[in-house]
């Protein structure tokens, strides 16, 4: 810091730390940030870490940046498979479209309703704390218990719906917490999957071609108006543009690359 560098790069600093160090450590760096004028870069596979102390996410898998976005944003719409798991999504089941918003999670054997449903999804996935026991007409299932584990705070209960027809069925975990639990604990519970929680993912995160040839269209009509070199400042411009509204990286290359999104 007494260099006054531009980029503070850290990577995963608090790895071999207790609990209550690494808490003492994340208000000091949270204090160091907020006087850090510069960029920084923090490496880490701890969501709880991540969520506390940054203010944007790039999801990373096999080398690549999967998903970008403010943090609220990555969590409550992680887009891809691979962010749900890292931002701490343990429930999640291939599906199989039946029509307007309604899907088969193939994993669970149940039938699910959801507003926002995409027929281009290839993942369900819904947080372990996101599942209640209100009752509802509508994906509300009875469920046999299998297993429970017990929490500093909580129990984690998992799930197998009841009266289901497929093989090598997935548990569905849901975190409850321990008073609640001591309440209603049988050998079979109702839970509900509220549709505003209901997460549709898939393997990677790709553009919809539409919506892309239509930003194209509405950048080439702005740049061939102001007579700039399609070549370099165009392709730029393009290249921006696209990535921006999908919150996908750019990768700026040299103008005989080209640019790569």
């Known amino acids: ?17 207790d609990s209550h160090l690494r808490f003492q450590m994340e208000r000091e760096l949270i204090s160091v940030f907020k006087n850090f004028m510069g960029t920084v870069i923090f490496v880490s596979h701890n969501r709880d870490e991540v969520f506390r ?37 343990k429930n999640i089941s291939r599906l199989k479209p039946l029509g307007k918003n309604k899907f088969f999670a193939l994993d669970w054997g149940i039938e699910l309703e959801c507003s926002n449903y995409k027929n281009d999804a290839k993942f369900a996935g819904i947080r372990m704390h996101s599942i209640t026991n209100e009752i509802h007409e509508k994906n509300f299932f009875e469920c046999k218990v299998v297993q429970v584990i017990e929490n500093p705070f909580s129990f984690t209960v998992m799930m197998i719906p009841k009266n289901i027809n497929i093989k090598n069925v997935i548990p569905i975990g849901w975190e409850i917490e321990k008073s609640l639990w001591q309440k209603i604990k049988s050998e079979t519970v109702k839970i509900y999957f509220p549709p505003e929680d209901i997460l549709l993912l898939n393997e990677w995160f790709f553009l919809n071609y539409d919506e892309a040839r239509n930003i194209i269209i509405e950048n080439v009509k702005q740049v061939s108006s102001e007579k700039i070199s399609l070549s370099e400042s165009a392709g730029r411009i393009l290249a921006e543009n696209i990535t921006s509204k999908f919150n996908v990286p750019f990768f700026d290359c040299s103008p005989c690359d080209g640019y790569t999104f």
């Open 1 to 17: 810091l007494l260099s006054r560098p531009e980029i503070l790069m850290l990577d995963e600093p608090f790895s071999a730390l």
């Open 53 to 89: 102390l940054c203010d944007k996410i790039a999801v990373i898998h096999n080398g690549k940046v999967e998903v970008t976005g403010k943090k609220n944003e990555v969590f409550k719409n992680p887009k891809t498979k691979n962010a749900a798991i890292l931002t701490g999504c």
